[in-house]
């Protein structure tokens, strides 16, 4: 399912609440970057250099807490740092299951998660499964962030981000996602 998900048989009710935020998140993304983008250019010299920081701070830490593998997040977590794709995960599904039309499809998140987490591998990221969904996912962020660290002319602090930025700049040089992605 994971490798070619376009050929899996979804269930109906899932694919058309998803197909639907997906072009609902497209189009608030690109009208959100381009405002902003505009407001950003016409505000003055220093508010610029505020707003510039704020957002250099900003992806920052969201690299810092999304170029991270699975046992990662988790092991994470689990000792109290909050990682916005786990709780952001166990609570989208907890609210799903207790929707009625999931009534008959519950599961415990806690084990789902152990049984995710038992999946990944150590520090390879390859191109099929799991691996593949979050080279797509790393690519697609990083893309983003390099096409707004680019207008606003900012660089990262590799200090900071140490081997998180190392993955984040690997990513966007993958020639292709049909290759074993290696974590730095």
Known sequence: MLESPEDVDYEPLAYQINQGHLHDEARHYTTSFDIGLAMYRSAEP??????????????????????????????????????????????????????????????????????????????????????LLAQKRWRYIALQFERLRSEMQFEFDSEHLGNLLQRYEGILALESLNEPFVLS
């Open 46 to 131: 220093s508010a610029q250099a505020f707003i510039r920081e704020l957002i250099r701070l900003t992806m920052e830490d969201y690299i810092a807490g999304t170029f991270l593998h699975f046992p990662e997040m988790l092991e994470l977590s689990n000792r109290g740092r909050v990682c916005l794709t786990i709780s952001l995960g166990q609570n989208s599904l907890a609210m799903a299951l207790n929707h009625p039309e999931f009534s008959d499809r519950q599961v415990d998140i806690d084990q789902l998660y152990r049984e995710w987490a038992a999946m990944e591998w150590g520090k390879v990221l390859p191109p099929v499964g799991p691996g």
